[in-house]
């Protein structure tokens, strides 16, 4: 057995107050349970999500080859499958993900969070993405935070910061290059620990390694049909872990699975 992740949990059984575990003994850090999920999306942008449905998720992973794996935990760092579907929307203004297990149990959710009515303003006006700052929270299923990941706006090359929820640093998911096959390294505390090699130069499919180059797990992107591709800009993924793994590599592997798409699909159509 080992350690439960490094976040909030309840005091007791059934408390709203949450203290944080730093991932080998409790902290004396408390504060109070979330009691509605906080996110920067508005109702005005024309959701086109229905019900969850966990025979979509089932179909969804069959897409990506991927079978009935093992047994997991229950979590975001303990499933051995997570599915991760963006919210369908005609108008976005703010991102927001579900993540489901292999068997179509959402586990966990990521939500855009902090922006400024401008820049929703501006967002909805043109493609300019790139230029700010996107900060995400990854969420479990009692939509407590996990991790904290930010974007820095870029220009060429995408950085993602992953924190923990109370700010301590866990690493950086750096892109290595613009051109020809993407690859993006895994850095904590200066050194290289893995990192992500998309498999072509459209960057559908990406290959998740370890610090010796070795796989250890994959992200294989799902195709849901023309209409949704057209007329929305809502990506989903499958992302297969092969076996367990020590932190913080599980911690920069599930921050991996949303990185890809904001990283490359939010700033341009040319890479996906």
Do not use: C
């Not at 924190?163 to 950086?172: A, H, K, M, W």
């Amino acid at each position: 057995m080992t350690n439960p992740q490094p976040g909030w949990y309840p005091d007791n059984p059934g408390s709203s107050t949450l203290r944080w575990w730093d991932g080998t003994q409790w902290t004396a850090h408390t504060q109070q349970a979330q009691q509605a999920p906080r996110s920067d999306a508005s109702a005005w942008e024309l959701s086109l999500e229905g019900q969850h449905d966990p025979s979509k998720i089932k179909e969804q992973q069959r897409k990506a080859g991927v079978g009935q794996v093992g047994q997991g935990g229950g979590t975001l760092f303990s499933e051995p499958v997570l599915v991760v579907n963006q919210k369908v929307k005609l108008i976005e203004m703010a991102a927001e993900y579900s993540v489901s297990d292999q068997h179509g149990r959402q586990i966990g959710f990521v939500a855009q969070v902090g922006q400024s009515t401008l820049k929703k303003v501006v967002r909805f006006l043109g493609e300019y993405d790139q230029f700010f700052t996107h900060k995400y929270e990854v969420r479990d299923v009692n939509h407590q935070p996990v991790l904290v990941l930010t974007r820095p706006r870029k220009v060429f090359k995408s950085r993602m910061i992953v924190e923990r929820p109370n700010g301590q640093p866990v690493g950086e998911i750096v892109q290595d290059n613009v051109f020809g096959k993407i690859r993006f390294s895994f850095i904590v505390n200066g050194q290289q620990i893995g990192g992500i090699q998309a498999e072509n130069w459209r960057a559908w499919n990406f290959a998740i390694l370890d610090h010796t180059g070795q796989e250890v797990a994959r992200i294989t992107k799902t195709f849901e049909g023309f209409a949704k591709t057209l007329f929305t800009t809502a990506d989903n993924y499958v992302l297969q872990i092969h076996r367990q793994l020590p932190d913080p590599l599980i911690s920069m592997v599930v921050a991996s699975a949303l990185t890809v798409d904001t990283a490359l699909k939010q700033d341009s159509r040319g890479f996906n």
